[in-house]
């Protein structure tokens, strides 16, 4: 009889208060044989009469047992722990088995949940023919609807009863499993020995814990994962032949490296926690061969229990239930209020595009712009890639420089029309109003709910006068960062893996396009980690990989770094006490005095002041109050940067662009307003749209600039350069043009080389260099000498500086003409739309210039960008709504209506 050779081991690891629970209950059944307790707690334990065993806190609970028996002739052993409680009759049940079923070498009980003691926790596991370990039963409400199964592949160490010759025949529990699956591999070896393995749904126990928590104590996700693909390969590898174990072992590790990658697509949480224990149990390589050679020393059976591994449609079946029950988790937690883009927002966005398109009718067609701060980019998308990563600038004559962020930028934005890179901006700028309106739209569901108040905020948004200033004198970095700015602040907001892989693309372009915003967006990235995920830090990866070359080469020049990217171009933005009227240049209303348009932009600024600390203060919307310190950063900003002169066009200094600083304290009020007014709920229906209709004659100059003709910029062709030079330097690449454009001071002079320069060549380094290069001066004296006439050696000047044709930006009639005309060595070509052109009579085989891409640039700027986009593509359905019945149910004097 097993009552006459029992050894009840009791294992107390962690939970040495509920050791007390554990003995009271083996008292209550009065259970028979020695009661050992080995206390691994590192303290002492309350006890009453029962063998105490002391060891160190890592023993495994397989050496536990093993100490516990040793001075033992108990012919059985019943393996508990300090988180289990025996309910009545357990051990009778377990015990029936072994006395009546000599083939049965290990029995286990039905665990139920300490917490919930009507849910199974585990009734007997299994695996599948790859290894995989399940749970027969786990997490299941107990209606006797598993109490048939009794044969089982294996069952939990929790109470699991075992006759000593096979615990001991077997040397226990594997070493090299100490946290999970050991009990698992040790019935699995029992059956290969020949015996046979039960579970008794009578007999019933309460663990508050699993295996591996009572190991190591709370146990993460991640951690649980890794070490569940750690037991899984040692007994793949274990279990089968040694000869293909190398096959095994790398098909183990790439499955579940592919698996991981899967995972991280769909934006699970720890992708690679498999691959990582998966790695681990491949490289354990001597406990392999030694649990290897034990297996086959007993193995008697090879088949054992082939008929209880899971198949795998059922592992299909499960884990397809698993998926719909993550599902169900996240859509139960997603229950936060979201702004949805619904009927009214369309037909506003709607009402916004035909607006942009008649404000912006001139550049509909175009095939490239040009004017102000904005040149033509490249004709292909190749010239486009070529200049990410690229450390050679044609600005100047030619400059070697750091990997300039925003030309790597525009690159990858030209490839979105590929076939024109030029495309990508002519939309931009005729479709900016619409853009802004939705960016704007989307913008404010960072603060609100409500569909009229994000409307009011889109509209403001796409009429403020700093998107038209930058509209209409060609700033480009400032369209990109109006429309990108909103966008951001509604993605740094969310938690999800999917917003911050948005809120990176975002950050980096608001970022790239105008580095005097970093400052405000490390600020917003490092409050909302603290303030909400830690994660959130992420946002900041791409806009680094961007910028990492630049910041290094800054250091000498630190407040260089944050002038206005792309081409250098003045700004007439007032500074002092006019600068808070947010406007980027001098107010101006048409028929009314600079002072007084001034002083209107001030009454509404206070305006939109006051409705937004209302809006923080009454309507209790921190959220607003939380934009406003952006706000102020940009304005500092703005102080400190504002007077400096940051780079030169033309020999005129270049300040900073203020319009993106301003845009960023427009939001936040704009926001605050629209919501009090909103609030306002018997005077909002006309007060939205008056406040709608001031912003937009407040702005009206710029706003109409482009459609009156005002606007610097126009179409114009994809080529720089007369189409004469680009065919020529098509065939012999390298040679420089030389352009000179006479002034009222004298003559400007530019060296291009090949097909002329475009935008993704003015590079930072190119716009912020503070002395002219050698080869620039000599460029200036031969300018300064063409067009006069004298006996100067033309031929030896232009062959120095590599020049293959010359361009004069004047009418024919321009006195310059005779005088170029005059110098030997020239040949006149003719008139052309860029201006009269000349081609130097001698070919002159250029210098070779090294363009090779800064490779390490390319590298870190892929691997970064290529997980942020990961990150940033949906991956799931968007979370279902509740459908509302309009069909009332049919009930009481209902019944007799409708009968």
Known sequence: MIRDSLAVVVVTRRHPERLSATLASLAADKVPGTVIVVNLTGDSVPLTGQMEIVGPPT???????????????????????????????????????????????????????????????????????????LQIAERELDQAQFDRTTDVLAVGEAGMLVRRSVWTSLNGFDPALPALGGALDFCFRARSAGWLVEVVPAAVIDTAVT???????????????????????????????????????????????????????????????EWRGSVAGVLDLGAIARSHRSYRAMMTNPAAGGRLFVSSSDLRHRRAMQRDDELAKQEAADVAPRLEFRSAAMWFTGIATVLGMVLGGRFLGSTALSGGALIPMPATVTEAWDAIGATWSDVAGGMNGAPDGFAALMG????????????????????????????????????????????????????????????????????????????????????????????????AIVWVSVPALAPAIVTVVIIRAVTGTPTAMFALALPLAFEWPRLIESISNPAAYFADRGVPFPTGAPHGVVSL??????????????????????????????????????????????????????LLTWAALGPLTLATADGQPVGLFPGPLYDVVWFGLLSGAAITISAIR??????????????????FVPLTAVATGMSLVSPSSVRTLPAYVQAE???????????????????????????????????????????????????????????????FDVAAAVAEAGIRFLVLEAPPTAPEVSAIASHAG????????????????????????NRSPDLTFRVILGLIGLVTLIAAIPTSLPRRRPVMDDLAPVTGEGDDEHS
């Open 211 to 273: 295996s591996f928590e009572a190991l190591v104590g709370d146990v993460t996700e991640s951690q649980a994962e890794r070490e569940e693909a750690r037991a899984r390969a040692h007994r793949v590898l274990v279990y089968g032949p040694s000869l293909v174990r190398p096959f095994r072992a790398f098909g183990l590790t790439f499955a579940a490296l592919i698996r991981g990658f899967g995972r991280f697509l769909r934006k699970r949480a720890n992708p690679f926690a």
């Open 729 to 791: 330097t098509t065939v012999h690449p390298g040679g420089a043009t030389l352009i000179l454009t006479p002034t009222a001071d004298g003559i400007r002079a530019e060296l291009q080389r090949d097909a002329g320069v475009t935008l993704v060549e003015w590079t930072a380094a190119a716009a912020t260099r503070r002395t002219l290069a050698e080869h620039e001066s000599a460029i200036a004296e031969l300018a300064a000498n063409l067009i006069v006439e004298s006996d």
């Open 826 to 849: 020239l040949t006149s070509v003719g008139v052309t739309d860029r201006g009269i052109l000349w081609r130097v009579n001698e070919m002159i085989e250029a210098s070779p210039v």
């Open 412 to 507: 990858i934005v030209g490839s979105l029309t590929w076939w024109n890179p030029n495309l990508i901006v002519v939309t931009l700028f005729a479709f900016a109003i619409p853009l802004s309106f939705v960016a704007g739209f989307i913008g404010a569901g960072s603060l609100t709910t409500h569909s009229r108040v994000a409307i009011v905020v889109g509209a403001g948004w796409a009429l403020l006068p700093t998107l038209h200033v930058a509209i209409s004198e060609g700033r480009i970095t400032a369209v990109l960062a109006h429309i990108a700015l909103p966008l951001f602040a509604r993605a740094i907001m969310g938690s999800t893996i999917l917003s911050l892989g948005w809120a990176s693309i975002l950050g």
């Open 59 to 133: 023993l495994s609970l397989s050496h536990a047992v093993d100490r516990a028996i040793a001075d033992s002739s108990a012919e059985t052993v019943w393996v508990l722990r300090d988180d289990t409680s025996v309910r009545s009759g357990a051990f009778a049940a377990l015990a029936s088995i072994l006395d009546t079923s000599p083939s049965v070498g290990v029995v286990g009980p039905k665990q139920m949940d300490a917490q919930s003691p009507v849910t199974i926790r585990e009734m007997g596991e299994s695996m599948t023919r790859s290894g995989y370990a």
């Open 682 to 699: 018997f005077a909002a229906g006309f007060l939205a749209p008056i406040a709608v209709a001031v912003i937009a004659a407040v702005g």
């Open 581 to 634: 009227t947010l406007w980027p240049t001098i107010p101006s209303f048409p028929g009314v005095d600079t002072e007084i348009a001034t002083l209107v932009t001030f009454v509404v600024v206070a305006v939109c002041l006051s409705l937004t600390v209302i809006a923080v203060v009454v309507a209790e919307n921190p959220r607003v109050g939380a934009l406003l310190l952006p706000g102020a950063i940009a």
